[in-house]
């Protein structure tokens, strides 16, 4: 059974920063994309990052510059660095995977999702 665990969140200024962590596990599990996706309070979860094995990457424009998305393929773990952050990124953020090449801003071809954490920032 594949699990994806997040963690990293919490309370953070304005302008400051946070790394999060999503951890795979699962019998043989190797995740071919890996993405980061983000709800925020009453709107409809939306694409953040995304990071293939080859080490291609993909970002949303609201985030280009400020975040870094990596992966350590040994450990089957994806880093999200997000620095100098903003009121408007506070949102539960998911990381999601799949085996697969998947197109990386569509929620629906990911096969596996964690449970989210939680991102706060204050201004």
């Known amino acids: 059974q594949v699990q994806l665990v997040e963690s990293g969140g919490g309370l953070v200024q304005a302008g400051g920063s946070l790394r999060l962590s999503c951890a795979a596990s699962?019998?043989?599990?190797?995740?071919?994309?890996v993405g980061w996706f983000r709800r925020a309070p009453g709107k409809e979860r939306e694409f953040v990052a995304t990071?293939?094995?080859?080490?291609?990457?993909n970002y949303a424009d609201s985030v280009k510059g400020r975040f870094t998305i990596s992966r350590l393929n040994a450990e089957n773990t994806v880093y999200l660095q997000m620095n100098s952050l903003k009121p408007e990124d506070t949102a539960v953020y998911y990381c999601?995977?799949?085996?697969?090449?998947?197109?990386?801003?569509?929620?629906?071809?990911?096969?596996?999702w964690g449970q989210g954490t939680q991102v706060t920032v204050s201004s």
């Open positions: 699962g019998r043989a599990f190797r995740p071919y994309t």
């Open positions: 999601a995977a799949d085996a697969r090449p998947v197109p990386y801003a569509v929620e629906s071809e990911y096969d596996f």
């Open positions: 990071i293939y094995r080859s080490g291609t990457t």
